[in-house]
């Protein structure tokens, strides 16, 4: 009897192997179909337009605010401008409007229109005057992306931006 249980479990592994290897060579001759998918998405963007801009404010419409500046350039370098006479208009600068600009003036300090994404960005801006307010604005493709500001004597206003694509 126990002969025959051994013989019975040695048949039936037998045919267990038999039928897992007649599988898989059927599955290996036989043909393959295969799918290929394309999948597109949207070129992303190498450069942008980036503007540093400050603005100073000395409190009277006669005296000009003065700042010297440090900022970023599109090859990722420094760059710096010293004493620098503030005089433009804010309203003719930036890509919104103010209220009320009566004291304040503004300059344009660098405008790239291929800056690359992948650049750290940075404005510094510190002030001259023993009084007054500065800000330094980091403009990407005419948003607003970073603001600071800075009040008093020599004070200094910075803003970094990083852009990322998503």
Same mark, same amino acid.
């Given at each position: 009897m126990k002969r025959l249980y051994l013989l019975v479990a040695l048949v039936f592994f037998t045919l267990i192997l038999s039928f897992s290897f007649a599988c898989n060579e059927s599955s290996s001759t036989g043909s393959k179909t295969t799918y290929s998918?394309?999948? +597109? +998405?949207?070129? @992303?963007?190498?450069?942008?337009? /980036?503007?540093?801009?400050?603005? #100073?404010?000395? #409190?009277?419409?006669? /005296?000009?605010?003065?700042?010297?500046?440090?900022? +970023?350039?599109?090859?990722? #370098? +420094?760059?710096?401008?010293?004493?620098?006479?503030? @005089? #433009?208009?804010?309203?003719?600068?930036?890509?919104?409007k103010l209220e009320d600009v009566r004291t304040i003036k503004a300059a344009l300090v660098a405008e790239y229109k291929k800056f690359p994404i992948d650049n750290f960005m940075y404005i510094s801006a510190q002030n001259q005057k023993d009084y007054g307010v500065i800000w330094v604005f980091i403009v990407i493709n005419d948003t607003l992306q970073k603001m600071s500001k800075a009040k008093g004597a020599y004070a200094i206003a910075e803003a970094n931006y990083y852009y990322y694509s998503e």
């Open positions: 998918e394309t999948i +597109t +998405t949207a070129a @992303k963007p190498l450069t942008v337009d /980036v503007k540093y801009i400050v603005f #100073g404010d000395t #409190g009277n419409d006669v /005296v000009n605010p003065e700042v010297s500046v440090t900022y +970023t350039n599109y090859q990722g #370098g +420094t760059e710096q401008i010293s004493n620098l006479v503030l @005089k #433009g208009n804010p309203n003719d600068i930036m890509v919104y």
